[in-house]
């Protein structure tokens, strides 16, 4: 496969280009499928302007958010027919040609999404893509894809940053003093705030769903932390309550475990 | 080292005895220390037990909070001068004789506690168990423990099973969509209700202090998600809290990874 590498950092180009990617430049005929891989926000503008280049026939993104990229494509673009909307879910904290992986995409979803006016070759483009680089493609609907990603990504990356948060506002001498266990809570939290931050904006309703029933959660397990206090230890509601949040945890654990 | 091994579960001591922990029963002779393993709320009781019984001329415990098993034993046990508190800070979401590990506490700190009242012979003698299960002695008032772990054992924990509560509550197929770093933020979800939720109680003030800061950065978050979209995505205040949430969050991975 011949691949043609831009990126508005031409020394992130080059690196990818070093490291086997592809070469850097435009394609001198139009490329069969554009992949575009900016943050959420911006992927709808991007499509436009690739479309408008006649940099390819066909295109599609990675975003790991769908619905607000798909409705900007067709809002923006010419053809928006052309694209379907892709998100391979697969990668880690680090980002950049540096962190690159050959088999990342091994056996993991790339998820499709596609609208009624979708044509069939862009979505049979996309899926092709994430085949050759071994992924398994999922067709879902973008409300779909982007309730799921809110339970399974941004919340998971979100409550990471909080318990990060915590520990930067602690003693120092703390993170001496821990395990595995926080490590592997906090590590996501350590990816680049700026696209996560565009992520979080693009999915913010999914997120903030999601995010609701945490807080109604956290709110009675600060409620039974007070009152364990004056009941004794091992009775009464205060101490059901965080039994039960306990519970619910191993039954997700399992869930997970079981898939 | 001759080991001797007790349990309310008979099985267990069994179990462990027979992958080369020691030998069940009791030692005709005091021995020289009695190592505690209980929840920490049960920690003064069996330590008073097990001194009445002439068990060992020593006693040490590892629960994860030092506080409440301190006072206790201070108010239960004939001769508490006896007694210093130990936590090896390692482990995992398994438990039981068989999730043991060879090489659990090598390298890893071990928390010792005493008092003014604690008599030197004591903390020699948790700390020479320590050393002899490869971990390093690390000497801590038991306020300045139960306030570390809270922040780096305690809450890690409970923001996991917040975590892994949304996700049993969500769709099923969400969980076959997952990659690892939902695994990793919920993986110690999975540690036993039973003695999670006493550990929660036993430490329920040092909780309750780090618990609060998560819950006005999560209120302010969900604030900022429902004003993202008001706002437009890149500018104004909501935008600027996900953003410094996430930047604080970084900054917590950071301090963790320099350590």
């Not at 592809?22 to 479309?51: R, Y």
Request: with cysteine; charged share 20%.
């Amino acid at each position: 496969v011949a691949v043609f590498l831009s990126d508005a950092d031409e020394g992130a180009a080059r690196a990818a280009a070093a490291r086997g990617a592809g070469v850097v430049g435009a394609p001198a005929e139009p490329a069969d499928v554009a992949v575009v891989a900016v943050p959420p926000s911006w992927v709808g503008e991007v499509l436009a302007a690739c479309q408008k280049d006649g940099l390819a026939h066909w295109f599609t993104d990675v975003a790991s958010v769908k619905g607000r990229p798909e409705r900007d494509a067709w809002r923006l673009m010419a053809e928006p027919g052309r694209y379907a909307g892709g998100h391979p879910m697969a990668g880690g904290e680090r980002s950049g040609p540096a962190a690159a992986s050959a088999d990342l995409f091994a056996g993991r979803p790339w998820a499709l999404t596609s609208v009624p006016g979708t044509e069939a070759e862009a979505v049979r483009h996309a899926a092709a893509l994430a085949v050759l680089c071994g992924a398994e493609p999922v067709h879902l609907a973008s409300r779909v894809h982007d309730e799921t990603v809110a339970l399974t990504s941004h919340v998971p990356h979100l409550l990471a940053s909080l318990m990060a948060a915590r520990l930067a506002a602690g003693p120092a001498m703390a993170a001496g003093l821990s395990g595995r266990g926080l490590r592997d809570v906090t590590r996501i939290a350590g990816g680049d705030p700026g696209l996560w931050s565009d992520i979080v904006a693009a999915n913010a309703p999914a997120i903030a769903t999601v995010l609701n029933g945490v807080h109604t959660d956290l709110t009675r397990l600060l409620n039974a932390l007070t009152a364990s206090e004056e009941d004794g230890m091992h009775q009464g509601g205060a101490y059901s309550a965080i039994v039960d949040l306990l519970a619910r945890g191993v039954a997700g654990v399992d869930r997970l475990a079981a898939r």
